[in-house]
């Protein structure tokens, strides 16, 4: 059980579920599940309050509010992180990553909005050049979820490369975002590198009783599945537009799944220099 005065409501919760107990069998099986898809529901809290104000301010938000709608979405993102953190139903830790993802996304916003990449087409005054400041809270949830999971699930690890070499791809990673517009695309190259680096390395996480595993580069990209619909979700409540969406809603390419996949292995190297990388027999990884 957790008895620390600093562990969060949900911590607290968690460790009482965790306690139940229950004979094998398919009880246990279904009961295991339940706990997970909670817990994973938990870890998206911040993401999916998010992802629930765009569209319902997309849907009802009145067309002549005194109030833009980007900056109701930028003031409602800051309560929904003040009040997180005041109800304890997240850590400081959790917060200070949200901030490190926000000035890392913001700083990308800027400059693939200036490029064309994407666009905002409504009006905003909390904004820094064309980009909303509720644009780098979206990032902010993705390292919020990781940020969350890694701790609910006591992430480990077997055959983690060096961490000094997942540093180095991260960085090629986000300077390739950048550079693309003038120089070659190389993500092809960084893809290979993702799967020579962690192509044996398998992720141990407790769902329950238990420890489950599976391929750590599996983990990437249902991770970056998921952020994709999300992003299908977003741009259909106009928060933000691709180029090939000017003229009418369609869904985002596919091919966007291959961003969003480089994009989960910066945020993953991120928060593992927070959390730390511990082998599945609990030594830290250096």
């Not at 064309?130 to 992430?155: C, E, K, N, Q, T």
Request: aromatic share 18%; net charge positive.
């Amino acid at each position: 059980m957790i008895h620390s005065l600093g562990a969060t409501r949900f911590a607290r919760i968690r460790a009482r579920l965790e306690a139940i107990r229950i004979a094998p069998g398919p009880q246990a099986w279904a009961f295991e599940f339940l706990l997970f898809g909670f817990k994973q529901g938990w870890a998206c809290l911040f993401g999916g309050l998010m992802l629930a104000l765009l569209l319902a301010t997309h849907l009802f938000y009145p067309a002549g509010a005194p109030l833009h709608r980007y900056d109701f979405l930028t003031l409602a993102a800051l309560v929904i992180q003040a009040g997180m953190l005041a109800f304890r139903l997240e850590s400081w830790e959790e917060a200070k990553v949200i901030f490190a993802f926000h000035l890392i996304g913001t700083v990308m916003e800027l400059f693939k909005t200036h490029a064309g990449s994407w666009l905002y087409p409504e009006a905003s005054l909390l904004h820094v050049g064309p980009v909303p400041l509720f644009s780098g809270f979206m990032y902010a949830a993705v390292g919020s979820y990781i940020a969350r999971i890694w701790r609910i699930f006591g992430f480990r690890f077997t055959r983690y490369p060096p961490v000094w070499s997942t540093v180095l791809l991260a960085c090629a990673i986000y300077v390739n975002f950048f550079a693309h517009h003038w120089l070659p695309d190389i993500r092809l190259a960084l893809f290979a590198a993702a799967i020579a680096l962690f192509g044996r390395s398998w992720i141990v996480f407790t769902p329950w009783r238990e420890p489950r595993r599976m391929p750590l580069l599996v983990g990437f990209f249902l991770v970056a599945l998921f952020i994709w619909f999300a992003e299908n979700i977003g741009t259909f409540a106009n928060a933000w537009t691709y180029p090939d969406q000017r003229h009418g809603w369609q869904m985002v390419s596919v091919a966007k799944l291959g961003s969003w996949y480089l994009l989960m292995i910066i945020s993953f190297v991120l928060v593992s220099l927070i959390h730390g990388i511990r082998a599945k027999d609990g030594d830290q990884i250096r």
